[in-house]
């Protein structure tokens, strides 16, 4: 099979995702055909999406290794010399990488990639095409290639992605599951040390995610992944349905938590915001997109919210080197956004960091937690406001930039406040 998808799939190379499909008949043909898996996800839903929600309260958070947390999203073919000197000033330890099932024959590049990043910890997604939904003997035969190249040297396989957008080449959670059963069948026979995850479902829409981890098919799950963005919300704070991106979480990890399918491990394998004036490389319209500036303060509040979880294991940001969305563009060689500063000083700051708490008092939030035995604290408030800067604090912006002020504005983009002779 050649490296593009097969019609009506195509694939947007600017965005880095398929276009949408415009044959109408075959969408509503396709979604017919899947008319009894799709009551099914609507059955199951509306049981367990309620049973699910009264037990938020009652699941226990866990210990997060802030080490192996966060995560960078990668494309191994994209300036790859540049991007492992990138990956090395960021000091990331864990990256993602995306192989197409369509493009087989650069599993060998995905390999040689892997081994020159020796010392990071890799998820791989492995992307599906509708010609591997349907003919799941290719897909068996290609997993097994992909398994065999890459024993020992991935940590985490992620099993399909965007399950319930049909683009992406799914008309059904049952299309998934029956996907997904082929990986997990060749994990009990013969590559019983790789750890699957799935279900990649995208954006606040857990009735698909109920589906997949509430059922009676025999498969498990080494943790679920879920593709949480919530970018056309603006910031990561704002509500859908009633809900923060702090209660999305809650309430995604406790059906991971409740469900029978998976392992008590939960990995949000997407979230990014698209950047304004980027068209056509932005993934949505410029109706959600912002500026580099807010990019970069909500790209950090985002990764404040999950740690503070303590539900999550691991967020890979997507990704390094994207023009409409990445923390690199490279429409013109390669230029370092804000954000990019900002993702290095969030790990030199987080990545050996214990969680205390989150306090949130009238909008105005302070995450805490110890570094070396030391107090940080990290402020932002919705609603801008001033706080003195005291003797024993050392204030840093959220790109690293020492900040000396005698009053401190506390805004939209964190401060990072060491506590001298704290504990």
């Known amino acids: 099979m050649d490296a593009t998808m097969k019609e009506p799939f195509s694939w947007d190379n600017f965005s880095d995702q398929p ?66 000197e990138l990956l090395d000033e960021l000091g990331v330890e864990r990256i993602l990488l995306r192989l197409k ?15 020159a990043n020796p010392q990071r910890k890799i998820i791989l997604k492995i992307m599906q095409d509708r010609e591997h939904v349907e003919d799941l003997e290719l897909t068996k035969k290609d997993m097994q290639s992909i398994f065999t190249s890459l024993e020992n040297l991935v940590d985490i396989y992620e099993i399909g992605t965007t399950i319930n957008r049909a683009k992406w080449g799914f008309f059904s959670v049952d299309e998934y599951l029956r996907f997904y059963k082929v990986a997990y069948d060749l994990q009990q026979s013969e590559f019983k040390n790789i750890k699957l995850i799935g279900s990649g479902v995208i954006d606040f829409e857990y009735h698909f995610t109920a589906h997949t981890l509430f059922n009676f098919l025999k498969y498990r799950f080494d943790g679920t992944s879920a593709l949480l963005y919530v970018d056309r919300r603006g910031a990561p704070e704002n509500l859908q349905i009633g809900f923060d991106l702090s209660d999305k979480i809650a309430w995604l990890s406790t059906m991971v938590w409740l469900s029978p399918k998976s392992a008590h491990a939960l990995h949000i394998t997407e979230a990014n915001w698209p950047l304004s004036n980027t068209k056509p490389y932005a993934p949505t319209s410029e109706h959600e997109c912002v500026s580099e500036e807010l990019y970069a303060d909500y ?5 404040l919210f999950a740690f503070a979880s303590q539900q999550v294991n691991t967020l890979s940001w997507h990704q390094l080197i994207a023009s409409g969305y990445g923390l690199i563009d490279n429409r013109e060689g ?16 987080l990545k050996n960091a214990q969680f205390l708490r989150l306090d949130i008092v009238r909008e105005y939030y302070i995450f805490q937690c110890l570094v070396d035995e030391k107090l940080l604290q990290i402020h932002w408030s919705l609603k801008p406001t001033t706080l003195q800067n005291e003797e024993f604090f050392t204030v840093y912006s959220l790109d690293g930039v020492l900040i000396e002020d005698k009053t401190l504005t506390i805004g939209s983009s964190p401060l990072y406040i060491h506590i001298k002779d704290a504990v």
């Open 19 to 84: 276009y949408q499909l415009k044959d109408k008949e075959y969408k509503r043909i396709m979604r017919k055909r899947e008319l009894f898996s799709l009551i099914k996800t609507v059955g199951i839903a509306l049981v367990m999406l309620p049973v699910t929600l009264v037990m938020m309260p009652f699941v226990r958070r866990k210990t997060i290794e802030s080490s192996t947390f966060f995560s960078m999203g990668v494309d191994f073919e994209r300036e790859t010399q540049h991007t492992i």
């Open 101 to 115: 099932l369509w493009e087989m024959e650069k599993l060998p590049a995905l390999k040689a990639f892997i081994l």
């Open 299 to 303: 790209m950090l509040r985002y990764h």
């Open 334 to 349: 390669s230029i370092k956004r804000k954000a990019f500063e900002s993702y290095k000083f969030m790990i030199q700051n």
